[in-house]
């Protein structure tokens, strides 16, 4: 009972000990929360500038049908649901500085080609 | 394993206990029998556990989540094909009611690669196709190439639609409001306006946006006084590009419900004729707006025909009768309209659209403009939405113009319309 206590406490300690350092990382990084609406065939805002090393949560949400978003040249893909039922959420870490576009990943209509955006991460 | 994974989350997650390590001393007042130490680690354990649960809740991933908050309910199941239907019934006033499948729009969708796409759009009008005029239509609406070189500057090529008007580049039938699309976007608009060409689109930052195409010219043989452009383009059907036509659009979408754009069109459109030669100019302005259960758009479009004397009298030389074509055209609309249960799974709307439009607004010197031919509409109607791509309406039309002569006919129109 005893050593088990010990190994239990030790353990911990070792976690807090060994890890003081982990939290300067991430408490490095903004956290931005950023609501963008989908509709044929815009988003809104259209035009996102973050800076670099904050964390981007995308709240999506539709006026209409559904729509994709997709941040172009990554794995990065959600389907926001249709308007009235709730939103998506996507979370997209801003490492490198540059412009990344984003798009509509679901055909939405006659003018679904035209539904783009662009994430630009300022040093 | 899992105590491993605890063991490596609470290694990223105890940092700030340290700042926050709680006063050896105090002892748990429940169970003044444990030792101190042991209370100390079950409340670190606790905290662990529960930094555990918000590190899992707010780790960035380069590979995000999709997380609707209802999948099944949310997402469509969408096969390789998308499309829409319109299925209309009308009942003009005086005569027999009509059922008619109006629309069955299948729209294909491939990319190549990241930068280079193909869109297209096949129709079917009326629900049956023969050689006879009365017969529907097979129309190739939209069938085009994209390259995408970066937001300010992409080109397209193929069979695209004209960007001119609201109803052109969107026209779902749950994207708007009555059965029929609005008069304005019928015959001083001729939606569904396609024809061959290239171009150019993208955004210009600031919630702009525009595109510009050259495209095959409208052909001055099919505007008429009645219906105006609306049979005047090519279609793609060996359009005829002695002279193209240029066209182009603006919008700003950059406040959230908001949707302003200006449209226009240029072009020579005489190529059937040897002597003489006509053109066509359109100016458009739209405007859209919601916000909460309110929501309101308006459209004005005028129509310039240079040359239309000489017109009227080579086509009255050809058909021998005058055709009477104006030389301006010219319609506008305002529509508000009530969503009184926004975000709701179930919908509804209401809506009056009023319509002025004139397809003789100027005629050619020493010619009286016909004044049936200068109507106004008035359109009440409601939608029901079961499901966000699906809509039910119904709108009851009236019809007037300034004609003493010739009467028009109100009409009952009943639609069923999705998107899949």
């Known amino acids: 009972m005893m050593g088990n206590t010990f190994f239990r406490g030790a353990s911990l300690l070792c976690a807090v000990l060994l890890v003081m350092v982990a939290p300067l990382s991430s408490s490095s990084q903004d956290r931005k929360v950023i609501r963008v609406t989908a509709e044929r065939f815009t988003f809104t805002p259209s035009h996102i500038k973050v800076k670099r090393g904050t964390v981007v949560e995308f709240r999506l949400r539709s006026e209409d049908t559904n729509h994709g978003f997709r941040i172009v040249g990554s794995d990065a893909n959600v389907i926001i649901p249709k308007r009235g039922r709730g939103e998506a959420t996507l979370t997209f870490l801003a490492e490198t500085p540059g412009r990344y576009t984003f798009e509509c990943s679901k055909m939405c209509g006659a003018g679904h080609g035209f539904m783009r955006g662009l994430i630009t991460v300022d040093e | ?420």
């Open chain 2, 1 to 420: 394993m899992r105590t491993l994974t605890t063991f490596s989350i609470a290694m990223l997650v105890a940092g700030p206990l340290v700042a926050q390590t709680p006063n050896p001393s105090a002892a748990d007042p429940q169970n003044p029998e444990k030792a101190p130490a042991e209370t100390r680690i079950e409340e670190l354990e606790r905290r662990v556990r529960e930094l555990e649960s918000r590190l899992l809740e707010q780790t960035p991933s380069a590979i995000p989540p999709s997380t609707p908050s209802d999948e099944r309910s949310t997402v469509s199941q969408t096969g390789p094909l998308s499309g829409y239907m319109d299925f209309h019934l009308n009942r003009p006033e005086r005569e027999d009611p009509q059922l008619d499948f109006h629309r069955f729009v299948l729209l294909f969708n491939h990319s190549f690669s990241d930068r280079l796409r193909f869109v297209g759009e096949l129709e079917l009008e009326h629900g049956f196709v023969s050689g006879l005029e009365a017969s529907g239509e097979v129309e190739l609406e939209q069938a085009y190439l994209d390259f995408r070189l970066k937001p300010e500057l992409n080109f397209r090529a193929g069979m695209l639609l004209a960007p001119v008007g609201i109803i052109n580049e969107r026209h779902e039938p749950p994207t708007f409001n009555g059965v029929e699309r609005p008069f304005v976007d019928t015959f001083i608009i001729p939606t569904t306006w396609f024809d061959a060409g290239a171009g150019i689109y993208g955004t210009v930052g600031n919630g702009w946006q525009y595109r510009a195409y050259v495209m095959a010219p409208l052909d001055a043989t099919k505007i008429t006084a009645d219906e105006g452009l609306h049979e005047a383009s090519q279609k793609g059907f060996a359009s005829n590009v002695r002279n193209v036509a240029g066209t182009g659009r603006l919008e700003y979408v950059g406040l959230p419900g908001l949707n302003i754009g200006a449209s226009f069109w240029q072009g020579k459109t005489g190529f059937n004729f040897r002597r003489g030669e006509s053109r066509v100019g359109v100016t458009e302005f739209d405007g859209r707006y919601h916000t909460g259960c309110f929501a309101v758009r308006g459209e004005f479009a005028q129509v310039f025909i240079d040359g239309a004397e000489d017109l009227n009298d080579l086509l009255q030389r050809t058909a021998g009768v005058n055709p009477n074509i104006a030389s301006q055209m010219r319609g506008f609309y305002v529509e508000p309209s009530l969503r009184p249960l926004p975000r709701l799974k179930y919908d509804v709307a209401a809506f009056v659209r009023y319509e002025n439009f004139d397809t003789q607004f100027r005629m050619p010197e020493g010619v009286l403009p016909l004044k049936q031919f200068d109507r106004t509409a008035w359109v009440f109607g409601a939608s029901y939405f079961p499901d966000p791509d699906v809509v039910l309406k119904i709108d009851y039309t009236i019809v007037r113009n300034q004609s003493s002569l010739f009467g028009s006919a109100d009409s009952l129109n009943i639609g069923l319309g999705w998107w899949f």
